[in-house]
């Protein structure tokens, strides 16, 4: 199984409010990334943090990994409409996915 | 730069028809390679992955099957479809050049009636 899983399963937002998402896993891993999933599309690589990172920014997105908790936090600020997808973790270099956490931003 | 290319996009079958989905990649060599299915709504599962050309890792035991005739193709194939089979899709491939990133194709949308 996946060793990376995001909660919560959905988050609905308004437009220019923050959107809040988590990675929790069980192992003690090298990188973590985030992809996100537009609908009836491929994946889209986000972002890959360090294990020896605590903080990486992307334009608007904001990853922050708790190596002590096994966790990551994917922060979108200001989100739009367009930000709204499916979005997903990954640890080191495994090949699976968890359910991911869907994300839809009204306008 | 890196491409994959996946095809048909979209397919609608009979049950008990066979299946063939295509992926290739260009502009790397020895990539490791992917097929994942997607339930609507749902997340990736993982079919088949490779490392090389006729190595092919199983993840899930079904009707489907996937080989690697050349380095930078992969092929996802069924003698015969069931209903189960609908879904999302996917390939995807990475190497050591591309760290542990996972590049995915645009996927192809399968339907069993």
């Known amino acids: 199984s996946q060793q990376g899983e995001e909660d919560p399963q959905a988050l609905s937002i308004q437009e220019g409010e923050n959107a809040t998402m988590n990675c929790s896993y069980k192992?003690?891993?090298?990188?973590l990334q985030w992809y996100r999933q537009n609908s009836g599309r491929g994946l889209v690589h986000l972002i890959l943090?360090?294990?020896?990172?605590r903080e990486k920014h992307s334009g608007r997105l904001r990853v922050t990994l708790d190596t002590s908790k096994k966790s990551s936090s994917l922060l979108i600020t200001a989100s739009r409409a367009a930000d709204t997808a499916s979005y997903f973790c990954?640890?080191?270099?495994?090949?699976?996915f968890g359910a991911g956490t869907r994300l839809t931003v009204k306008p | 730069s890196q491409t994959i290319h996946q095809w048909p996009a979209t397919l609608v079958q009979p049950v008990g028809s066979p299946l063939s989905l295509e992926c290739t990649v260009e502009?790397?060599?020895?990539?490791?390679l992917y097929w994942y299915r997607q339930a609507a709504g749902r997340g990736l599962q993982l079919l088949f992955y490779?490392?090389?050309?006729?190595?092919i890792s199983s993840e899930v035991p079904q009707n489907l099957s996937a080989s690697r005739p050349q380095d930078r193709q992969f092929i996802l194939s069924s003698k015969k479809l069931l209903l189960s089979d609908s879904g999302f899709y996917l390939c995807?491939?990475?190497?050591?050049?591309?760290?542990?990133?996972?590049?995915f194709g645009e996927g192809s949308w399968l339907t069993v009636v």
């Open positions: 995807a491939w990475s190497n050591g050049n591309s760290g542990n990133t996972i590049y």
């Open positions: 192992t003690s891993i090298n990188n």
């Open positions: 943090i360090r294990s020896n990172e």
């Open positions: 990954a640890t080191d270099d495994d090949m699976r």
């Open positions: 502009g790397t060599s020895n990539p490791n």
């Open positions: 490779s490392v090389g050309i006729g190595q």
